[in-house]
């Protein structure tokens, strides 16, 4: 199989008008794939060389909201080892730093966690409690070859995007909390490391003076075929303090509302005790 590296997003949009051209990211997912049989391709067709979709840069100013541009190729290490994303968007560097293993972290990237749409992906609960948006790229002319979406839109089931036909994932954008917001993530899995999120939650909580709660972001990931947020708990949480009292409220409303799903790793019962467990967590923020 032939592995094509173009250097422009040109001769990108070009090989991949190749039947059978696939795109490659990091390859830890696809290569997998490939190789047990489950996916096929003519042609892999390596993002790595086009500067445009790596690396990581802020946007916004002069009155406009700071965010961070994270190139789709840009990997999990490198994402990691950023003083930005660590001191602004703690939640996500707790996420990649569970994420996999360094071998893993070294070669996977943003853009395939995104399009591998896993319930599980352990990027996608904080990207979405943030109000992270992607970045598509086509080869239409003229600046027609860009368009936006919420990430909560681009991951429409477990495996699937919005994706259109000749487009790639070129970034995600994700705006930088402002003061007062607290960020929280947890994973659980079955073992200490290497785990596969059995439920994993990202809690993202804007606080006014005396710790009231004035906005809550709260996404689960593992619970269903897309990464789920509850509006009902959230409301919940909206004008108290962070007490057992309250996030135990919200708890019995998430175990109320979630749909969680059997599979090998968990029962949806154990799931479904766990989304509401991981809240009371929260107490310690």
């Known amino acids: 199989m032939n592995v094509l590296f173009p250097r422009t997003r040109a001769e990108l949009f070009q090989t991949l008008a190749e039947p059978g051209a696939r795109v490659l990211a990091g390859g830890t997912d696809l290569l997998v794939r490939l190789r047990s049989g489950r996916e096929t391709a003519a042609a892999l067709v390596s993002l790595d060389k086009i500067p445009e979709l790596r690396g990581i840069s802020e946007t916004g100013g002069e009155g406009l909201g700071r965010g ?21 968007l703690p939640m996500l560097a707790q ?19 995104t399009c591998t749409a896993s319930p599980a992906g352990d ?3 904080p990207l979405m409690a943030l109000g992270a948006e992607v970045e598509l ?30 487009e790639v994932l070129a970034a995600v954008h994700v705006p930088l909390p402002g003061a007062g917001w607290m960020q929280h993530f947890e994973k659980v899995g079955r073992r200490n ?20 709660v004035a906005e809550a972001r709260l996404a689960w990931g ?9 509006p009902e708990a959230e409301a919940v949480l909206v004008g108290r303090r962070l007490s057992l009292t309250a996030l135990g409220e919200a708890a019995a ?5 979630v749909k969680p799903m059997d599979d090998v790793r968990a029962s949806a019962d ?8 991981l809240l009371l967590r929260l107490v310690a923020l």
């Open 68 to 88: 961070l541009r994270l190139g789709a190729t840009t990997t999990h290490t490198e994402l990691l080892a950023h003083p930005l994303v660590r001191a602004r």
């Open 123 to 125: 990027t996608l609960p």
């Open 95 to 113: 996420a990649l730093s569970e994420l996999g293993s360094p071998p893993i972290r070294n070669m996977g990237t943003l853009g395939g966690n």
């Open 193 to 212: 490391a290497l785990a596969v999120a059995v439920v994993s939650l990202a809690a993202l909580l804007r606080t006014e003076r005396g710790g009231t």
């Open 137 to 166: 790229a086509s080869a239409r002319p003229h600046g027609a070859g860009t368009r936006r979406l919420p990430l909560a839109e681009f991951i429409t089931g477990p495996g699937r995007t919005a994706l259109a036909p000749g």
């Open 222 to 230: 593992s619970v269903g075929p897309t990464v789920w947020r509850c």
């Open 270 to 277: 154990y799931r479904r005790t766990v989304a509401g467990n």
């Open 253 to 257: 409303v998430v175990r109320a509302h």
